[in-house]
T-cell receptor, first 113, second 114 residues
Framework: AQSVAQPEDQVNVAEGNPLTVKCTYS??????LFWYVQYPNRGLQFLLK??????LVKGSYGFEAEFNKSQTSFHLKKPSALVSDSALYFC???????????FGTGTRLQVFP | DAGVTQSPTHLIKTRGQQVTLRCSPK?????VSWYQQALGQGPQFIFQ???????QRGNFPDRFSGHQFPNYSSELNVNALLLGDSALYLC?????????????FGPGTRLLVL
């Protein structure tokens, strides 16, 4: 069965510092990975995805993610955090058989001034 | 270009009642998936509709049913509501099933069952 894990419930970072939100995956076959962000009382907003190709994927709002096959990781990164980046972040993997997204439990990012 | 829209935004029901949630996909999309997000958890897949048929289904009871219309919009129906059905219900649209396309989500409908 395919799955993703987000080992940190919360990540705290100072504004202007780099941020990393961690995600590891377990899949049979090639992974198809996503990051979404959720602001309070809102739906999920797509940030970026990895299908194949370059291991460094660039997405919306200055976010990027690094795919590491040997470590089965897909960590979300941003060089300089903003207070407005404070939100709930979800990593997800696409199930090729059913086309459904399988989500992690989410990581709350808090950027303080 | 309108994104995914859902209605209503909030809903309060009592146990045993029935509810219908609605979703209009992003322009150009023909596939709609529904997810349930309980408080403090990640979204869980309910089912997916394409060509007006249910293609895939997650681990949800038959009380959860759906429909897709010729204009690709979709409804989620839940019968005999339980307290545990209280959640944020998210609709996502994409272009074609199993196509690898990104699923774009609507703002959700928050259902409270009393």
């Amino acid at each position: 069965a395919q799955s993703v894990a987000q080992p940190e419930d919360q990540v705290n970072v100072a504004e202007g510092n780099p941020l990393t939100v961690k995600c590891t995956y377990s899949v049979s076959g090639n992974p198809y990975l996503f990051w979404y962000v959720q602001y309070p009382n809102r739906g999920l907003q797509f940030l970026l995805k990895y299908i194949t190709g370059d291991n460094l994927v660039k997405g919306s709002y200055g976010f990027e993610a690094e795919f590491n096959k040997s470590q089965t990781s897909f960590h979300l990164k941003k060089p300089s955090a903003l207070v407005s980046d404070s939100a709930l972040y979800f990593c997800a993997v696409r199930d090729w058989d059913t086309d459904k997204l399988i989500f992690g439990t989410g990581t709350r990012l808090q950027v303080f001034p | 270009d309108a994104g995914v829209t859902q209605s209503p935004t909030h809903l309060i029901k009592t146990r045993g009642q029935q509810v219908t949630l609605r979703c209009s996909p992003k322009s150009g999309h023909d596939t709609v998936s529904w997810y349930q997000q309980a408080l403090g958890q990640g979204p869980q897949f309910i089912f997916q509709y394409y060509e007006e048929e249910e293609r895939q289904r997650g681990n949800f009871p038959d009380r959860f049913s759906g429909h897709q219309f010729p204009n690709y919009s979709s409804e989620l129906n839940v019968n005999a509501l339980l307290l545990g059905d209280s959640a944020l219900y998210l609709c996502a649209s994409s272009l074609g099933p199993s196509s690898g396309e990104t699923q774009y989500f609507g703002p959700g409908t928050r259902l409270l069952v009393l």
